[in-house]
């Protein structure tokens, strides 16, 4: 029976990527699509090495090299945008055995994700703090603070995978001496500049409660829960100067 051509064209991808069938029996043993899945390959492989360029000054090119080879052909790119492949490669590292070593390399690898997508973020115009000022305290607890577009943040549990991006990403020499704890992270672009900064258990609560449209007070309740001893107010400031939120919606959560 005559395949389909959506069957002949996922037998088609999965053999560009090694995965042979019989549908593809009479085109993969032809030179021709040798020399085109290793250019697909290597498109796949040299995307993954751009877009993680703090891995690879970590681990070396050749090592990412290899990784990303095995990696390109079990999560082939499903986006034509190859800016955004990679999106699981986080997790393909925290399992990967060579890494077994360097467990802060898929904490570094969702940084590196990150970056990009807030450098790809639409823009949209920044709160400022005297937006707030209008609001009366009964207010501001009711109001909804969303986060822009171009901010993103991530708390990475276990190890100071921050520090290691940060230091990395700026070209600086590790520490003698690094402790090993959790360390969360916030970027947020300005004037088309990426900007990082460390964020707290209490800010990446915040900043989630946040985007499930939590109102400013119930926001405060799980930034409390994650650090109890909280000064409010200083997270507001704090995450408001650094561009975290958008121009004030001046609607107010029922």
Not at 23 to 30: G, H, V
Not at 158 to 185: F, H, K
Request: proline fraction near 6%; aromatic fraction near 10%.
């Amino acid at each position: 029976m005559k395949p389909s051509l959506a069957s002949f064209q996922d037998a088609f991808v999965d053999a560009l990527y090694g995965i042979e069938s019989s549908l593809m029996d009479s085109l993969t043993t032809q030179p021709g699509f040798t020399v085109y899945r290793n250019t697909v390959l290597k498109g796949s492989t040299d995307a993954l090495l751009a877009n993680f360029p703090t891995v690879e000054r970590l681990v070396g090119t050749d090592w990412l090299r290899s990784a990303v080879a095995i990696y390109a052909r079990l999560s082939p790119p499903t986006d034509a945008r190859l800016l955004h492949y990679g999106t699981d490669f986080p997790r393909f590292l925290d399992e990967f055995e060579p890494a077994r070593e360097m467990p802060y390399l898929g904490g570094v690898a969702r940084l590196d994700l990150l970056w990009t997508k807030v450098h790809c973020a639409i823009d949209e115009p920044g709160l400022e703090l005297s937006d707030l000022s209008q609001f009366t305290e009964t207010e501001l607890g009711n109001l909804w603070l969303a986060p822009r577009a171009a901010a993103g943040w991530l708390w990475l549990p276990d190890c100071p995978a921050y520090t290691i991006w940060r230091v990395n990403r700026e070209q600086l020499e590790m520490p003698e001496e690094l402790e090993w704890q959790s360390e969360g992270a916030l970027l947020t672009r300005k004037a088309g500049r990426v900007h990082w900064q460390p964020a707290s258990a209490a800010d990446c609560a915040f900043l989630d409660a946040c985007t499930a449209h939590l109102p400013l007070d119930l926001a405060a309740d799980k930034a409390i829960e994650a650090e109890p001893d909280l000064n409010l107010e200083n997270l507001i400031i704090r995450l408001v100067s650094a561009d975290a939120f958008v121009s004030m919606d001046l609607g107010l959560s029922s």
